[in-house]
């Protein structure tokens, strides 16, 4: 599969742990974004990069939350001391260059904080 | 910020019949508008997406309408299917914000064989 690939699907963590997602996004988009989706809801927009650098954070992403893409490649999310409202899916997705709209979504990785 | 409603939340159908799910945007700046479908525990999927220089879009049984002066764009699926069945996202996107998505609530659609 060359699609994007997100690592773990699922991670249950108990409350205050703190829990790491990695995103594979498809091979030499430049672009790659994390959203976060709810049961029933639409995906809410996190943050993202173009290569290696961060551009964009939204106000959802709190200071426990850091993203990181050291080498325009592979990307991370880490959140610390996890809270119960953190339980959600989290979506990674890339585009192929500027100005190409198009997003390929990963599979998520499904957060359950007990 | 970009705010997208999307009407109606769920949505039967008997196979066959057709499908229209609407949606709305605020920023007149959003010039990108795709429509995802995510069947359960499954990644949201493109399926068809418009821009804002044009107003209609067809892919055989899906097509997109686009209303910029109304702003709002509405899916269509013809000849309806059990396959169809799934939740089906729309979004908006201005290019001048990185192509971040700006998604709505989703409508549930059901196909009744």
């Known amino acids: 599969d060359t699609g994007v690939s997100q690592n773990p699907r699922h991670k249950i963590t108990k409350r205050g742990q703190n829990v790491t997602f990695r995103c594979d996004p498809i091979?030499?988009?430049?672009?790659l974004y994390w959203y976060r989706q709810t049961l029933g809801q639409g995906p809410e927009f996190l943050t993202y990069?173009?290569?290696?650098?961060?551009?964009?954070k939204s106000r959802l992403l709190s200071d426990r939350f850091s993203a990181e893409r050291p080498k325009g490649s592979f990307s991370t999310l880490e959140i610390q001391r996890t809270e119960q409202g953190d339980s959600a899916m989290y979506l990674c997705?890339?585009?192929?260059?500027?100005?190409?709209?198009?997003?390929?979504f990963g599979q998520g990785t499904r957060l359950t904080v007990v | 910020g970009e705010n997208v409603e999307q009407h109606p939340s769920t949505l039967s159908v008997q196979e066959g019949d057709s499908a229209v799910i609407k949606c709305t945007y605020s920023?007149?700046?959003?010039?990108?508008f795709p429509w995802y479908k995510q069947e359960l525990g499954k990644r949201p999927q493109l399926i068809i997406d418009?821009?804002?220089?044009?107003g209609e879009k067809k892919d055989q049984r899906i097509a997109v309408t686009l209303n910029k002066t109304a702003k709002h764009f509405s899916l269509h699926i013809t000849e309806t299917q059990p396959e169809d069945s799934a939740v089906y996202f729309c979004?908006?996107?201005?290019?001048?914000?990185?192509?971040?998505?700006?998604f709505g609530g989703g409508t549930r659609v059901l196909v009744k064989p």
């Open positions: 997705a890339s585009s192929p260059r500027q100005g190409a709209a198009e997003a390929f």
């Open positions: 091979s030499e988009h430049n672009r």
């Open positions: 990069f173009q290569n290696e650098a961060q551009l964009e």
């Open positions: 920023d007149s700046a959003s010039n990108y």
């Open positions: 418009i821009r804002s220089n044009v």
């Open positions: 979004a908006a996107s201005p290019a001048a914000a990185g192509n971040k998505l700006t």
